[in-house]
């Protein structure tokens, strides 16, 4: 059986919303969706942040590899077939980093065009509380940062890494 992942149709990417993606969406093999411009993938796409207010950050590497070598402030990862948005963001968060318990706010879409990755995905941009994580290993190089030293690696950071930041420094 091939693997099913979420997706939205295309033209209601703009639109998505938590409490709307599970009335809109569709599962598609994830080898269909990672071309098929018609439809995006939906990423819950988490900030991972400790009582501390230092974020979590990591070089990327894994299954993604268009975006190998990028610094990402995000854990996240599709939403596979049979789970419901919710179970798939919490799912990924205890994959990646491992947190003892965690609460989140949801933050808003990240809805871009401008390379192949984002012509195929959309993210629900979350900001996870945790007190203590141990980021995984699948995670290279691990660091948790302030938002000050987050700002300087900026133009190191993925093109969803740095709107996720944008968004943390200056809340629309």
């Given at each position: 059986m091939k693997n099913l992942v979420m997706c939205v149709p295309a033209e209601k990417a703009y639109y998505v919303h938590p409490n709307n993606v599970e009335s809109i969406c569709c599962w598609l093999p994830r080898e269909e969706a990672e071309t098929n411009k018609n439809y995006k993938q939906v990423?819950?796409?988490?900030?991972?942040v400790r009582?501390?207010?230092?974020y979590l950050i990591y070089r990327r590497k894994?299954?993604?590899k268009r975006l190998h070598g990028l610094i990402s402030m995000g854990v996240g990862?599709?939403?596979d077939g049979g789970e419901s948005l919710l179970e798939g963001l919490h799912r990924e968060i205890r994959e990646e980093a491992d947190p003892e318990s965690f609460h989140y706010k949801f933050l808003g879409i990240?809805?871009?065009?401008n390379s192949p990755v984002d012509k195929?995905?959309?993210g629900l941009m979350y900001k996870v509380y945790v007190d203590y994580a141990k980021p995984k290993e699948e995670?290279?190089?691990p660091e948790w940062v302030a938002l000050s030293g987050a700002r300087l690696?900026?133009?190191e950071m993925e093109p969803w890494s740095r709107y996720l930041l944008d968004e943390l420094v200056h809340p629309f």
């Open positions: 990423i819950p796409y988490c900030a991972v009582s501390d207010g230092h894994g299954n993604e990862g599709h939403i990240v809805n871009m065009h195929v995905h959309v995670l290279r190089e690696l900026r133009d």
